[in-house]
């Protein structure tokens, strides 16, 4: 299953709404989760199961859709939020990643 | 806490091999299957290899991309995975993470990555 993530990058202001989305080749359910990754470190887990929200992640961050079409949503951009976003389907084997958005500061 | 740390990785030939260790802490290891998955500049993140756990008998899934030449065990005992790695080749190049997989169809959480580069 091919995840199809767009834009690649973006540039944005404090405060702004982002909108990311993924688009999977076939359907996926829900099973769908969005990462946050700055440079040198690890991805963090923000949504699982497409919609929720890993616990102690603000509540800024959202996520929608199921089937084919999600998206990831930053209702107010902060600073600490400037990075890379990706999304990952675990529907089925083998697992795979969007090719990450990079939201940079306006 | 939650905590996979890896290790291992460096600077190797092609056609060499090289293990990857992954450390657990702060859960039971063979309660969990564990995935690893690798990162380059130009590829992005790449899932490579599973190891499910003890009540999925361990079983394992790897890649396409380095099925027969990668090979993912396990000491429970130790909280301890590794991910034996053959014939590489410079394509193999990237940042190595652990990680452990939520059985609702995400993985939770990632160690800090080994960096493995494969060049002459």
């Known amino acids: 299953i091919q995840l199809t993530q767009s834009p690649s990058s973006l540039s944005a202001s404090v405060g702004d709404r982002v909108t990311i989305t993924c688009r999977a080749s076939?359907?996926?359910?829900?099973?769908l989760a969005w990462y946050q990754q700055k440079p040198g470190k690890a991805p963090k887990l923000l949504i699982y199961?497409?919609?929720t929200l890993q616990t102690g992640v603000p509540s800024r961050f959202g996520g929608s859709g199921s089937g084919t079409d999600f998206t990831l949503t930053i209702s107010s951009l902060q600073p600490e939020d400037f990075a890379t976003y990706f999304c990952?389907?675990?529907?089925?084997?083998?697992?795979?990643f969007g090719g990450g958005t990079k939201v940079e500061i306006k | 806490e939650v905590q996979l740390v890896e290790s291992g990785g460096g600077l190797v030939q092609p056609g060499g091999s090289l293990r990857l260790s992954c450390t657990a802490s702060?859960?039971?290891?063979?309660?969990?299957?564990i995935d690893w998955v690798r990162q380059t500049p130009g590829k992005g993140l790449e899932w490579v290899a599973r190891s499910r756990n003890k009540a999925r008998s361990y079983t394992t899934e790897y890649a396409a991309s380095v099925k027969g030449r990668f090979t993912i065990s396990r000491h429970d005992s130790e909280s301890s995975l590794y991910l034996q790695m053959n014939s590489l080749k410079t394509e193999d190049t990237a940042v190595y993470y652990c990680a452990r997989y939520n059985s609702n169809f995400y993985i939770e959480y990632w160690g800090q990555g080994t960096l493995v580069t494969v060049s002459s």
């Open positions: 990952l389907q675990c529907y089925t084997y083998p697992l795979t």
């Open positions: 199961s497409a919609s």
């Open positions: 076939q359907g996926i359910s829900s099973s």
């Open positions: 702060g859960f039971t290891l063979s309660d969990h299957h």
